[in-house]
């Protein structure tokens, strides 16, 4: 059982920084495309940005582009997402998702239900 742990999240005041990570225990986790989604209460769980298995693709929601890095460290089997110049509207529960082959295609990435894995969530409240 592929199991993702998230954390680094928290209160941050607008225009601050959080760097979130996501563990996989996965031995196979380097084959894998991973992203991340949030859900802010009351709303469906939205794409936020999604890196290929060898980390030479990423893409970004429009809201977040520019703002958010996504990453992965293939030895540490983690995934990243440097969020800078948050913002109220950033305030959600962020997920780490986790796609094993048979991969999907890149333009399938922005759907949550079709990604096989999920971790259990990590708060981020943007707020002064």
């Known amino acids: 059982q592929v199991q993702l742990v998230e954390s680094g999240g928290g209160l941050v005041q607008p225009g601050g920084s959080l760097k979130l990570s996501c563990e996989v225990s996965s031995p196979t986790f380097r084959t894998y495309n991973m992203g991340w989604f949030r859900q802010a209460p009351g709303k469906e769980r939205d794409f936020v940005a999604a890196?290929?298995?060898?980390?030479?693709?990423?893409v970004y929601a429009d809201s977040v582009k520019g703002r958010f890095t996504i990453s992965r460290d293939n030895a540490k089997k983690m995934v990243f997402l440097q969020m800078n110049s948050l913002n109220p509207e950033d305030t959600a529960i962020y997920y780490c998702?986790?796609?094993?082959?048979?991969?999907?295609?890149?333009?399938?990435?922005?759907?949550?239900?079709?990604?096989?894995?999920w971790g259990q969530g990590t708060q981020v409240t943007v707020s002064s």
């Open positions: 890196i290929s298995w060898s980390g030479g693709a990423t």
């Open positions: 998702a986790a796609d094993p082959p048979p991969l999907l295609i890149r333009s399938s990435w922005r759907t949550a239900d079709l990604w096989d894995y």
